[in-house]
C-alpha cells in the first residue's frame, strides 16, 4: 500500500572527517522516501528548484517513489550545510538557504489524498497541518519535528500532536517538547498530548517506542565504520511508516518490527555519506539486517 | 561457588532531588557484594574504620557475605560526598575523605586464595594486582575501573588489563583509555591490551557485551522512578560474576545471560537510594526482573 511522505527535499553540503561533501542529495523527505521504498510505493510531495539534477529524481523513480506531488520551481533547491566534529557526536550549521523552500505550501495532488500512511517529515507544524486538511482522514499519520519547531512554533506544534498517531522525536526534543528529563514521564507527558504512539529516537542507542502503557526497546547496531548520520532519523521513520503499510499485522508485536525495520535502514544509512548507502538498497539486505539485530539482543530468560 | 570481591566499603553522603542522605552505607565491593550475594557465597575484602555500623556488617553476613577479610581498624571509615544534579544525568563530587582507606593494602586470607570467581572492583590498580599476587590463578577475574586511574596509574592500569578476563569500564572511560571514540573501535582496542571480554557500560542506555568478535546489546530498563544511580555500575558487575560463578553455563550465551542479570539488579538499585533497594533483593523478583527485560526487546525476526 502506498504511504505519502511531505517535507523538504535539498541539496547538503557536509564537512566531515573524510572531506567535504558537496551539493550531495538530501531533504528529510528524500530519506523518508527511499527508505519506505524498501517496501512498497512512496508519493513524495516537496519542492526543488531548477537546478535539483534530473539525476536523482530519476533515482527516486526508479525505486518507486511517485514524483507527481514534486513541485520544480524557478529558483535553487533548499540548502544546507553543516560540519560534524570528527566523532560524529556533534554538528554545527554553516548556513541554511531555504531558496525555493521559503515560499513552500503543500499541495496535495487529488490522487494522494486518500493514501492510507502519511509521513509529515520534519516541517514547519503549520505547513504539517495544512497537509492534514488537505488529505482524507489516513489509517496512520507519523509525524516528526525538531527543536527550532518546539522554540518559534509551540502552539502550532501542539495543535499538530492532537490531530497524529505516531509522534517521532529525539530524546533531546523529548525533554525540552515535554519539560521532563526522565524519558519515561516525558513519553508519558507527550502522549497527554496527543500521539497514541511515542517513538523516542536514541540515535547510537537505538529507539524505545511507547504505546498503550507497554515499552519496547530497540538497540542500535554498534558499527565501526560510522560515516554520516545525516538523515539516519527520516530513514528510521520512513523505513517504520513503510513497513507498516505494506506488511500484515497489528497492535504492539506490529510496531515492534516496524521499528526494528527502520532501525536496520538508519543503520545502513549510517554507514554512507548522505543518501549513498541507501539508495541502492534491496530488501533482502534489510531482512538480513534485522536478522542481526535479532542476534543483538537475544537472550534465554531463564 | 563463591566469588571474591575487593574493593571500598564506604560511607556516603549523597544530595540528590530527594534530600540529603548522610553518612549512608555505600562502597563498590559493598554494592558488588550484595548484588552478587544474589546468587551465592561472597567473600569480601576491604578496610573499614571503628564508625562502621555493625548493622552494616550484620545485613552483609545475613546475604551470605564472609567477612572475614574485612579488616577493622582505627580510624573512621573511607566518606565519600557529592551532589546530583536534579535529572540525575551529572554528579559533583564535594569531599573524598580517605581515612583509614589511605593506607589500604588487601590481604587476602588463606581460605579465600583458591577462590576461582575474583571481581576486583574499582580501586588503585597497583592494589587489584597486588591481590592478584596472593590468589591462585582464578577461573575468571573481572575488573572494574575509572577515570581516575587512567589519568594517574595509567602503565600500571595497563598492566592489570594484562592479568584479567573481563574490562567492566563505562563509555566515556572506555573512550578515555582506549583514545577512541567509536564504541566497536574502542572495544577493540581494549581487547588488545588484555581482556578477552570487554563490557562497556552505558547507564541508562544499557550495556555492550564484547567477546571473540561477538557483541551483545543489553538494554537498560527505562523507569519513571529513577532515585539514585550510585552504585549501579557495581551491583551490576557483582550480578555479572555472582550469576557466572553460580549457574551452570559456558560461552557467550552464558556471558549474555550474565549481563542481563546484573542489568537486572542495576535496574533495582536506582530505584532506591544507595543500597536500600538491593538489600533485600530475592531471587524471585530477580528473575521477574530478567523476565521483564526479555519481553522488552523481544520482537520476532522475519
Redesign the interface.
Known amino acids: 500500500m502506498a504511504m505519502l511522505v511531505v517535507g523538504s527535499v535539498a541539496q547538503d553540503t557536509i564537512h566531515n572527517h573524510l572531506g567535504t561533501h558537496d551539493h550531495i542529495i538530501g531533504g528529510a523527505a528524500v530519506f523518508c522516501a527511499l527508505s519506505g521504498s524498501t517496501f512498497g510505493p512512496v508519493q513524495l510531495v516537496g519542492v526543488v528548484g531548477r537546478d535539483f539534477p534530473q539525476s536523482a529524481m530519476d533515482l527516486l523513480k526508479d525505486k518507486g517513489v511517485d514524483l507527481e506531488g514534486l513541485e520544480i520551481v524557478d529558483g535553487k533547491t533548499f540548502h544546507w550545510e553543516g560540519r560534524y566534529s570528527?566523532?560524529?557526536?556533534s554538528r554545527e550549521t554553516i548556513r541554511t538557504d531555504l531558496n525555493v523552500f521559503a515560499d513552500f505550501r503543500p499541495k496535495i495532488p487529488a490522487s494522494y489524498r486518500n493514501t492510507e500512511y502519511l509521513m509529515l517529515a520534519n516541517i514547519d507544524p503549520e505547513l504539517q497541518l495544512e497537509v492534514l486538511d488537505q488529505v482524507d482522514r489516513p489509517k496512520l499519520v507519523v509525524a516528526d519535528t525538531m527543536n527550532l519547531w518546539i522554540d518559534i512554533r509551540l502552539e502550532k506544534l501542539k495543535e499538530l500532536l492532537g490531530r497524529i498517531d505516531v509522534l517521532t522525536i529525539n530524546e533531546e526534543e523529548a525533554r525540552q517538547l515535554s519539560g521532563e528529563?526522565?524519558?519515561?514521564?516525558a513519553a508519558?507527558a507527550l502522549h497527554s498530548l496527543g500521539p497514541k504512539t511515542v517513538i523516542i529516537k536514541?540515535g547510537?542507542?537505538?529507539a524505545?517506542l511507547f504505546d498503550g502503557g507497554r515499552?519496547?526497546?530497540?538497540?542500535?547496531l554498534?558499527?565501526?565504520d560510522?560515516k554520516d548520520p545525516t538523515g539516519c532519523g527520516d530513514t528510521f521513520a520512513g523505513g517504520f511508516i513503510g513497513h507498516l503499510a505494506n506488511t500484515p499485522g497489528e497492535g504492539f508485536?506490529h510496531l515492534?518490527?516496524a521499528v526494528?525495520y527502520g532501525s536496520a535502514i538508519a543503520s545502513f544509512c549510517v554507514q554512507g555519506i548522505g543518501i549513498n548507502n541507501v539508495k541502492d538498497l534491496s530488501r533482502d539486505a534489510v531482512?538480513d539486517r534485522?536478522?542481526t539485530?535479532?542476534e543483538?539482543?537475544r537472550?534465554?530468560?531463564?
Open positions: 570528527d566523532d560524529l557526536a528529563h526522565n524519558v519515561v514521564v508519558k536514541r547510537e542507542y537505538g524505545l515499552t519496547f526497546s530497540a538497540p542500535a554498534p558499527l565501526d560510522v508485536e515492534k518490527n526494528i531482512n534485522v536478522r539485530f535479532h543483538l539482543v537472550f534465554e530468560a531463564n
